[in-house]
């Protein structure tokens, strides 16, 4: 009889704080559950191959990828899994886009692997075992990505601690854009640094992000979507002037404001990867969303906000 395990894991999307957090200042990032993440895990029979299938690798476990290889192998040695096993994932979350894949796949196939042993799983395990994970991907993650998805809370984030906040209530949607451009967050990060060591006024700038941070927590405790757009504009407003913006990034948020949008901005490192847009109604951010995909983005997904 097949041995069969299954997981579930939802993605992140940085609202507000990207590279102002990494100079210390807060940031805040909240569930992305329309962007999902399916692991299951089958037992085979006994003489063939421990076999993975997903879109970035499909093949047997010893030509896998390294992390994917030592995750995967990690949950073998670990609960002393004897017979071949089939690891499938399932995802319409795009990698290297800021919205929390790889940290999304390790929690969904964690909590398969302990569904597979039938063995109860606490939120302190699997973020250990997920931030585990994510340093074989990343090397030093924030954390903000797992503490997020397994909190399925929003999440303040500062000097590398993360509290949760309340769920987010606010009357109306977020429209989520893969501009379809990779940026590497890695080098905007080092080039925004290197601003800022240079000219001081980037560093105002970077205060400025920190700022805006706790405006838009109030935004959010006072239900106030328009004071979160006013948020979103001036973020974006200092994100260009650091140059992490992109000229796509620029061009949907001027189209997605003819088709009713109320603010837009980038997510995550910039430089093309994700931007978000805030609508008043699902009817208007069917449009922004419609024409941000005949305007060359790669995907969008529709986010509500949790107040309707």
Not at 80 to 96: A, C, D, G, Q, Y
Request: charged letters at 15%.
């Amino acid at each position: 009889m097949t041995q069969i395990g299954y997981g579930e894991s939802n993605g992140k999307v940085i609202l507000i704080g990207e590279h102002a957090v990494t100079f210390g200042q807060p940031a805040i990032a909240i569930p992305f559950t329309t962007g999902k993440v399916k692991a299951k895990i089958e037992s085979l029979n006994f003489g063939q191959p421990t076999m993975i299938i997903s879109d970035v690798y499909e093949g047997t476990l010893n030509q896998a990828p390294e992390h994917i290889n030592a995750v995967i192998s990690r949950f073998i040695a670990q609960h002393r899994i004897s017979l071949p096993i089939k690891v499938t994932f399932e995802t319409n979350l795009p990698p290297s886009r800021g919205l929390g894949s790889s940290a999304a796949m390790a929690i969904a196939f964690i909590r398969a692997c302990y569904d597979y042993v039938d063995k109860p799983l606490s939120d302190e395990v699997l973020i250990n075992e997920a931030n585990w994970a994510e340093q074989i991907a990343h090397g030093k993650p924030s954390g903000i990505d797992t503490q997020t998805i397994i909190s399925n809370k929003p999440v303040w984030f500062q000097q590398g601690k993360a509290s949760t906040l309340k769920p987010l209530s606010l009357n109306g949607y977020m429209v989520v854009i893969d501009t379809g451009i990779q940026g590497s967050t890695k080098q905007a990060v080092e080039d925004v640094h290197a601003l800022c060591d240079n000219d001081s006024k980037f560093m105002q700038y970077i205060h400025e992000l920190g700022n805006l941070t706790y405006k838009a927590s109030d935004a959010i405790n006072t239900h106030n979507l328009e004071q979160l757009a006013h948020v979103f504009e001036l973020s974006q407003t200092y994100l260009r002037k650091l140059t992490v913006s992109h000229d796509q990034i620029e061009a949907l948020i001027s189209l997605s404001k003819h088709q009713g949008a109320l603010a837009g901005k980038l997510t995550g490192g910039g430089r093309g990867g994700s931007m978000i847009i805030l609508a008043r109604n699902l009817d208007i951010a069917e449009k922004i969303a419609a024409n941000a995909e005949h305007f060359g983005a790669h995907h969008t997904w529709i986010e509500p906000l949790g107040g309707l």
